[in-house]
C-alpha cells in the first residue's frame, strides 16, 4: 500500500515538473519572439511563477446567433467580435464564467479563422498585472466534448502594456471581469522611463 502510495507521488511530482517545464519553455519563447520588447528591454517582462492550479478545465456553452458588436479599445480603431460561447469554471473555491469573442476581420483570413479570445481583467488588474487586463489565444479545436482546458499560465500582455500611443488593444468587456485573483502569466512591465 506504501509503494503505491509512493509510486502515486512519484508520478504525479513528475507530471508537474513536466508541466512546469513545458510552461517555462514557453515562455522562454514568448519572450524570445516578441513583436515589441526587444534585446535589453526584455528583462523587465515579468512573469508569476509556474502554477498548474491556474490550467483549469471548464465546462463550454456555445452562443449561438450571437451577433455582432464593436468591442472597445484603446485607440480610434474598433473592431466587431461576437461571443463565440462562454466557459464556466472553479478557481480558488469560486465558480466563475468567461466569454469567449470571435473576431470578425480574424475569421476572413486562412491563418486565424478558427481562432478565439479571451480578454480579461481581475483582481491583480493595475496591481501587479497590466491596467486594462490581459489576453488569452484559443482556437476552436481546443474544444472537446464541451470542455475547454484555459491555462492562465499562458495570459499574456496587449501591445499597449509596452507602448501605450502605437497600438490599438480591445478593452475586456465587463462581463470579462472577474472576481478572483488570477496570479498566473505575465505581470506589470515595469521598465522605467529612464532606462
Known sequence: MIAVFLFSLVNSYAQ?????D????YIKEYIKTHEVVKGK????????????KFRVFGKFEITKNSPWFIMESS??????????????FS???TIVFLNIYQSQSLMETEKYRDHLF?????LTSGEETYTSGRYLDLNINDIKDHVLVIDFNKAYNPYCAYVSDRYNCPIPPKENHLNVAI????KQFRKKEKD
Open 22 to 25: 513545458s510552461i517555462q519553455s
Open 16 to 20: 508537474e515538473k513536466g508541466y512546469k
Open 41 to 52: 528591454d526584455t528583462k523587465f517582462l515579468d512573469f508569476y511563477p509556474v502554477d498548474q
Open 183 to 186: 496570479t498566473a502569466g505575465e
Open 75 to 88: 485607440g480610434a480603431i474598433k473592431n466587431l467580435f461576437r461571443v463565440y460561447g462562454t466557459v464556466r
Open 91 to 93: 478557481i480558488n473555491d
Open 118 to 122: 479571451i480578454p480579461f481583467m481581475d
